[in-house]
């Protein structure tokens, strides 16, 4: 779908309009394109990262029922939670609107950078008290999907001179870079979301279906209950 979005979206930018079948392709264009607002792969994206968010509160429920502490697996599926509605209604770009003067880069990023730095902070902090190989996995997700969301969005942003236009955002160079983008970040969410479910034991009993964490049954079946 991203690929399909990007060839497309450069085909409607670059091909006169009277050319026949034009309006079909602007129309499934502006469906899939990556950079869009409100189309299905904003929405997509955005499930993808809320279903991180509610794997990680499972998680914390779980851990909860075996006595550990769950708060630190609720606060970080609230954070996925809150970057699925950043995906979809592009909340991070509002902030250009603190910084309307002309940047070398998308001004939103003036703000976003030093935001994102405080918010990785923050996360690594809840992080520390989770299951250690998730914590590990999350970690390594999140850089990727930062690369893409940060580190490649400030090298469109330059690669446009910081324009938010459609005709500067027409070529291929900006294509490209944004299938860069685009791509680290699905890969970190799947990442995430793989690491999410991996931390997760779930076993079909007499009794109905078991969630425990992977470590709690580790532990479980290290120390099985004693029968008098």
Not at 57 to 72: K, M, W, Y
Not at 93 to 114: D, H, I, M, Y
Not at 125 to 154: K, P, Q, T
């Amino acid at each position: 779908m991203l690929l399909s979005g990007l060839i497309l979206h450069y085909l409607r930018e670059n091909v006169d309009s009277s050319v026949p079948g034009w309006p079909l392709l602007s129309g499934t264009a502006s469906l899939l394109y990556a950079d869009g607002e409100a189309n299905l792969w904003a929405w997509i994206s955005g499930l993808l990262l809320a279903s991180v968010g509610v794997v990680l509160c499972i998680v914390g429920a779980a851990a909860h029922n075996e006595g550990s502490t769950g708060t630190p697996y609720f606060l970080l599926g609230a954070v996925a939670v809150e970057m699925s509605a950043d995906e979809i209604a592009q909340l991070h770009e509002k902030l250009a609107r603190f910084n309307p003067g002309q940047t070398f880069t998308f001004s939103w990023l003036t703000l976003g950078v030093p935001l994102a730095i405080v918010a990785g902070i923050i996360v690594l902090w809840i992080a520390r008290h989770i299951d250690l190989n998730l914590r590990r996995r999350l970690i390594v997700a999140g850089i990727i999907y930062l690369l893409g969301a940060v580190g490649v969005e400030a090298i469109s942003g330059v690669a446009v001179g910081g324009h938010q236009d459609d005709l500067a955002r027409a070529s291929l160079e900006y294509h490209v870079l944004l299938g860069i983008e685009e791509g680290l970040e699905v890969t970190g969410a799947l990442l995430a979301l793989a690491a999410a479910l991996y931390a997760l034991s779930i076993e079909r009993t007499a009794a109905g279906i078991l969630v425990r964490t992977r470590s709690g049954r580790s532990a479980a079946s290290q120390h099985p209950p004693h029968l008098e």
